[in-house]
């Protein structure tokens, strides 16, 4: 297949257009737009987006400058193409991960076929969207730009939407493709009602008529295939269980943990259920021991460090040489209004003993 030399695509620099995340919208009006068009018209050969679409993207990975990237649907690699470009012009060290379970037969393959400083930012997975959430956790890294293009399905999209969710640094922006299949633009719609601190930046749900379900919807960008989100600034906990997960501890005990609170003055109560699990190394030895301890506690204020310390230390009854330990913190807020959610700049930090 026919690969483009290397070149600057958009020959200026779109890194002021990247915040607040709505002035992606201006996007398609400044310079260097045109040439994202005429570059990526009727290109890469087998590419399932629209050239506006391509153009949209890789403008706005240029505006982002993404140090993760991460796509669910690899295809042809049309897009992966796109957005790499537009992360090799950034120079920022990015990556770029696709999944794909029906791809391993041809994706390798294209891959290898760019030229090496393009495919060198990719990493591709021959996995469907379950696996790759299991497997992105080791990476230990948020993710900047999501762009959801896999299984189009509504149980699919919003499963992969929650997932991404739960994963995307604060501030991050998660694209969905095919704005138009009903369960795309469904799926996005649920997903925005239980999590009122994210947004879709042009309002599309706002106008949206329950009396014209399919021909009242319409895309973030005119002309493109996409619904762009914005993700909260802080990760949100509301009155679902938000689940953090920590592993490869060798420390004996859980004391409690440490909040960092964001802006913006809350009031509540914060109730958790923690589980300290340990495990032997060699599994053989025994079963694994799970103990945990439910707390509630008052949580008020705003900008800084605030611990939760537990009346008494979760701690294993097994050798800790011959085990290895996880935590999960499930969280739910109870706002004293009823509506403010609690907002933190990261995830809550286990505070663990020897
Ligand atoms: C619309 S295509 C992706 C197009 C590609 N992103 C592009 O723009 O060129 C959808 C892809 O998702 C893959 N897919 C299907 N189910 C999936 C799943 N559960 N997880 C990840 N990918 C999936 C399909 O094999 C297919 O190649």
């Known amino acids: 297949m026919y690969v483009k030399p290397i070149i600057d695509v958009v020959g200026a620099d779109l890194s002021l257009f990247a915040k607040p995340a709505a002035r992606l919208l201006d996007l398609p009006n400044r310079p260097g737009f045109e040439q994202a068009m005429a570059f990526f018209d009727d290109y890469p050969a087998r590419g399932l987006s629209d050239t ?34 537009a992360m090799l012009t950034n120079g920022n060290n990015g990556l770029l991960l696709t999944i794909d379970p029906f791809g391993n037969h041809r994706v390798p393959e294209i ?16 996995l469907d969207s379950m696996g790759f959430y299991t497997e992105v956790d080791t990476i230990k890294s948020t993710v900047d730009v999501c762009f959801i293009d896999g299984n189009h399905l509504y149980e699919y999209v919003f499963y992969d939407l929650n997932s991404m969710a739960q994963r995307m640094r604060p501030g991050g922006i998660v694209v969905m493709d095919d704005y138009s299949q009903p369960g795309v633009f469904w799926a996005t719609k649920h997903f925005l009602d239980l999590n009122p601190g994210w947004r879709e930046i042009s309002g599309v749900f706002d106008d949206f008529d329950p009396n014209a379900p399919f021909t009242s919807i319409r895309p973030t960008v005119p002309g493109t295939g996409f619904l762009v989100l914005a993700a909260p600034n802080t990760i949100e906990i509301g009155d679902g269980p938000s689940v953090f997960e920590y592993s490869e501890y060798r420390e004996t005990a859980i004391s409690g943990y440490r909040l960092n609170l964001g802006p913006g003055n809350v009031a509540g109560r914060l109730h958790a259920l923690v589980y300290l699990r340990s495990f032997f190394d060699d599994g053989s030895l ?23 310390l537990f009346d008494t230390p979760l701690a294993t009854n097994y050798d800790r040489s011959l085990t290895k330990r996880e ?28």
């Open 286 to 308: 025994g079963d694994p021991e799970q103990l945990e301890i439910v707390t509630s506690t008052e949580i008020s204020g705003e900008d800084g460090e605030q611990s939760v």
């Open 327 to 354: 935590v999960e913190i499930n969280l739910i807020w109870a706002p004293l209004d009823g509506r403010t959610r609690l907002g933190l700049l990261q995830q809550p930090d286990p505070i663990m003993l020897n």
């Open 111 to 126: 891959l290898k076929s760019w030229p090496h400083e393009l495919g060198k930012l990719v990493s591709y997975m021959p």
């Open 52 to 85: 506006k679409s391509s153009a949209f993207m890789h403008c706005m990975v240029r505006a982002l400058q993404p140090k993760l990237f991460v796509e669910i649907g690899t295809y042809y690699a049309g897009m992966t193409e796109v957005v790499a470009r």
